[in-house]
């Protein structure tokens, strides 16, 4: 399972927080093989902090308006509701975004919103 498709709580449980020498406040989070350089005051909250940046970015790259800026065999799955409900910011981008594709017709609102990627090939909303 990939961050953004974990819920906060199961990331922060799973993830590694490493203290980087020489500096007081950066981390670096690691997840299998990925990993995230993070400010925060103590592990637990640089985990958290990893965790709400992969489920932006998660977000960020199934944004219509970023078509092309991931490689198709790269692009994450858009995060679940459950995963981004502690992050009103993202929940709302991704309402909005589905809200927005739907009224163009380019993709179903319900799939968009429970997180799933269109079956139809010619839907431009992910591809």
């Not at 399972?1 to 993830?15: N, Y």
């Not at 985990?47 to 998660?58: D, L, P, R, T």
């Not at 991931?70 to 975004?97: G, H, R």
């Not at 968009?112 to 269109?118: A, I, S, T, V």
Request: glycine letters at 4%; proline letters at 7%; aromatic letters at 8%.
């Amino acid at each position: 399972m990939k961050p953004h498709q974990m819920t906060s709580t199961d990331f922060v449980a799973q993830a590694k927080a490493i203290k980087i020498e020489n500096n007081e406040r950066m981390w670096m989070v690691m997840f299998g093989n990925d990993h995230v350089l993070i400010s925060a005051e103590t592990p637990e909250l640089a985990k958290a902090g990893a965790h709400y940046i992969y489920c932006s970015n998660a977000v960020f790259f199934n944004d219509p308006d970023n078509v092309g800026l991931c490689l198709d065999d790269n692009l994450p799955s858009m995060p679940t509701d459950e995963v981004l409900e502690p992050y009103p910011d993202l929940l709302m981008w991704k309402i909005e975004m589905a809200t927005d594709v739907a009224s163009e017709g380019t993709s179903s609102l319900g799939n968009l919103l429970h997180g799933e990627q269109p079956t139809d090939p010619n839907t431009q909303a992910w591809n």
